[in-house]
């Protein structure tokens, strides 16, 4: 079986959205999508209140209930019978995400295991066939075919092949 | 700089010596090393407490305060200089390890950076140059050099060459 590896944060989690509605509906303000290009979303927001994203951010709790990206569930559902699948997120940054990571993961992909979990800080030294992920960073090292999953801080990436969304991916892996 | 692959339980951390301690303690009974083989150290303990020795692994604050292997952090410090060293444990298993495990390896060991922890299910994905591990599963898949780290349950392979503590892991990377 091949080997796919699927990032969590802005490919099947959407930490981003969750947080930009929320800010939207505390502060009234805008996001400067634009700014978000160069691979943090964080910069999308007013640079006064970019620690508080930060902390907020690293509060317990906050990716236990992050809304999951649109068709991620049914396509990985029927991908986890024709592919070995790992679930591959840059975590331990983040203490307070592990715990709620895994519960999360597991709430809304039942069909996944412990055992194709993987929360680390750095991406290279994971070895697979296919790597589906958001940021340049962690598709740099990979030794397999690469796919950029799109999002809104890469949409000035040129040199990757793109996953825009899951019914590209079915399209692709089904 | 070559990347070392350093397992947590039983090579840098000692889940079996505190459990033990503590058993013996509570319960006055002696542990059965000749069960341990074959891979399992909660074999040795006596049949009618195995349950309750995997829930108190479970349990919340377990992996928080175990002792240290002896020499591994002064061993590793030096390591840390010359190589790349992943710290990588199949923690998954028990959702309540997770933070515990990043807080007790920062606190033991201060010179890693969250970088180079990955808590994981299965190791079969992970890359490098060098594995130093316990279990035999682990080690298997690994496409580098592998090193089988000396413990109670692992005593009866013989396929593999070892590690015994980490004076020898010093004079072999070092």
């Given at each position: 079986m091949n080997r796919v590896i699927v990032d969590m944060d802005?490919?099947?989690?959407?930490p981003m959205g969750e947080m930009i509605s929320w800010y939207k509906e505390q502060y009234g303000l805008e996001i400067?999508?634009?700014?978000?290009?160069?691979?943090?979303?964080?910069?999308?927001?007013p640079v006064q209140h970019q620690d508080m994203i930060r902390e907020r951010l690293m509060s317990e709790g906050f990716f236990r209930k992050l809304p999951v990206i649109k068709d991620s569930v049914r396509v990985l559902k029927e991908m986890n019978e024709r592919y070995e699948i790992f679930i591959v997120?840059?975590?331990?940054?983040?203490?307070?995400?592990l715990k709620d990571k895994m519960e999360w993961l597991f709430e809304h992909?039942?069909?996944?295991?412990?055992?194709?979990l993987v929360l680390c800080?750095?991406?290279?030294l994971v070895q697979g066939d296919y790597m589906i992920d958001d940021h340049v960073r962690n598709l740099r090292h990979f030794n397999g075919k690469k796919y950029l999953y799109t999002s809104a801080h890469n949409l000035?990436?040129?040199?990757y092949e793109r996953i825009n969304n899951w019914q590209e991916a079915a399209d692709i892996f089904l």
């Open positions: 802005e490919v099947i989690a959407d400067d999508y634009n700014k978000m290009l160069g691979g943090s979303w964080l910069k999308g927001f997120s840059a975590a331990t940054e983040f203490p307070n995400s992909f039942p069909f996944f295991s412990w055992r194709q800080g750095d991406k290279k000035d990436i040129t040199d």
